[in-house]
């Protein structure tokens, strides 16, 4: 499926691209690290973010949104706090559905919450986005074992960690493209974002 994206590289550029994505969230404005320290003595962060939902809902003007996307559309993503989807995308609420975790890893709960979103809520594109400098590639399985030493348990999940950003990006497409649950899998596109530059590169899936 085709829609336009902003870049944030140029005022008024667009581009045609493919995307799936779910999303509710809005953007936020960046603070600096002296803000946020701010913020954090002045109370809890949590007290902080419910006085901006007060602010937010005293200007809400999304109660008529349809829960299907518009775009039909859903992405999947990293979880990291420097990777604003929307923003990133261009998109806007309602739009999309953004499913996110550690690494924008394509896991079992992803692939039901993709098949809901396909089978239930009408959606039919798929992006996934990873994106540079990802903590996952810190980390090894070993995590698991850590974490059993430590708390007497061993986790059931996956770290999904990975050294190669491309390959993990493929290998994802790999298990969206290959899942029998999902409706449509013709238009599964991948990415990496830039952190530094907020630049979008597609991967060749090959």
């Not at 509710?24 to 320290?37: F, G, K």
């Not at 999947?76 to 690494?103: F, K, P, Q, S, Y």
Request: glycine share 8%; charged share 25%; hydrophobic share 40%.
């Amino acid at each position: 499926m085709a829609f336009f994206v902003r870049l944030h590289s140029g005022p008024g550029t667009w581009v045609t691209s493919n995307v799936m994505v779910m999303t509710t969230s809005a953007s936020v404005p960046a603070h600096s690290d002296a803000d946020s320290d701010a913020a954090i003595a002045g109370g809890s962060v949590t007290d902080r973010l419910v006085e901006a939902n007060t602010r937010y809902a005293a200007a809400f003007a999304d109660a008529g949104l349809d829960s299907r996307p518009a775009l039909r559309v859903a992405v999947v993503a990293c979880m990291d706090a420097r990777l604003d989807v929307n923003a990133v995308l261009g998109l806007a609420n309602g739009e999309a559905h953004t499913i996110r975790n550690a690494g924008g890893a394509v896991t079992d709960d992803v692939i039901r919450s993709l098949t809901i979103s396909q089978r239930k809520l009408g959606t039919r594109g798929v992006v996934l986005v990873h994106h540079t400098g990802c903590g996952m590639e810190t980390l090894t399985e070993e995590f698991r074992s850590e974490l059993e030493t430590e708390v007497g348990q061993r986790p059931a999940w996956a770290v999904e960690s990975f050294r190669d950003v491309d390959q993990d990006v493929r290998a994802s497409l790999r298990r969206v493209r290959t899942s029998p649950f999902l409706l449509h899998t013709d238009d599964v596109r991948g990415f990496v974002y830039d952190v530094k530059t907020g630049l979008l590169r597609e991967i060749d899936p090959a």
